[in-house]
T-cell receptor, first 115, second 112 residues
Framework: KAGVTQTPRYLIKTRGQQVTLSCSPISGHRSVSWYQQTPGQGLQFLFEYFSETQRNKGNFPGRFSGRQFSNSRSEMNVSTLELGDSALYLC??????????????FGQGTRLTVV | GENVEQHPSTLSVQEGDSAVIKCTYSDSASNYFPWYKQELGKRPQLIIDIRSNVGEKKDQRIAVTLNKTAKHFSLHITETQPEDSAVYFCAAPTDSWGKLQFGAGTQVVVTP
């Protein structure tokens, strides 16, 4: 069974640009969550999608957005990049069904550097 | 929302000794508590989890205990080995769908 796949693995962008990251969850998983990981702030929740609907959103500015497609693949977009957006962006895949949070499995992440 | 505190932030142990990491959570409705291990440059990997209907779970050298009354849970690693060196994160769900609140992480260093 293939794991969670994130592309690209590395990105270098300049301030003011925008970027789109992709996440393909484990086959059969319908929930995709996104996290930002920085040395000082740890793992911070961005948002979660289930069946193409955003169910939950973290405390990030509106420059951070996402979407999910009918095949459960998800993308996140960051517009007007700032230096502080440099981080490892991780997505996590889970079944997402029922009232109990299921096991979440992480992709390898996309390392974004903003210069 | 949920608040998860994790201690200690760093832990240095001699190979063969035990390591214990503790987390506290604030939302009494939380019912699922996973632990992740992240090696340098790699993704966080789920190593063990526990649900609120049990007090302890073991998997070889790793165990997790849960005290719902006190709202804390702990990771225990016995007979530590150099490959146990990593950052460990605890987590708990918020009352919202799909969101895990992570602790700040514990850097574990196992010295031979």
């Amino acid at each position: 069974k293939a794991g969670v796949t994130q592309t690209p693995r590395y990105l270098i962008k300049t301030r003011g640009q925008q970027v789109t990251l992709s996440c393909s969850p484990i086959s059969g998983h319908r929930s995709v969550s996104w996290y930002q990981q920085t040395p000082g702030q740890g793992l911070q929740f961005l948002f979660e999608y289930f069946s193409e609907t955003q169910r939950n959103k973290g405390n990030f500015p509106g420059r951070f957005s996402g979407r999910q497609f009918s095949n459960s693949r998800s993308e996140m977009n960051v517009s007007t990049l700032e230096l502080g957006d440099s981080a490892l962006y991780l997505c996590a895949s889970s079944s997402g069904t029922g009232g109990i949070l299921g096991e979440a499995f992480f992709g390898q992440g996309t390392r974004l550097t903003v210069v | 929302g949920e608040n998860v505190e994790q201690h200690p932030s760093t832990l240095s142990v001699q190979e063969g000794d035990s390591a214990v990491i503790k987390c506290t959570y604030s939302d009494s409705a939380s019912n699922y508590f996973p632990w992740y291990k992240q090696e340098l440059g790699k993704r966080p990997q789920l190593i063990i989890d526990i649900r609120s209907n049990v007090g302890e779970k073991k998997d070889q050298r790793i165990a997790v205990t849960l005290n719902k009354t006190a709202k804390h849970f702990s990771l225990h690693i016995t007979e530590t080995q150099p490959e146990d060196s990593a950052v460990y994160f605890c987590a708990a769900p918020t009352d919202s769908w799909g969101k895990l609140q992570f602790g700040a992480g514990t850097q574990v260093v196992v010295t031979p």
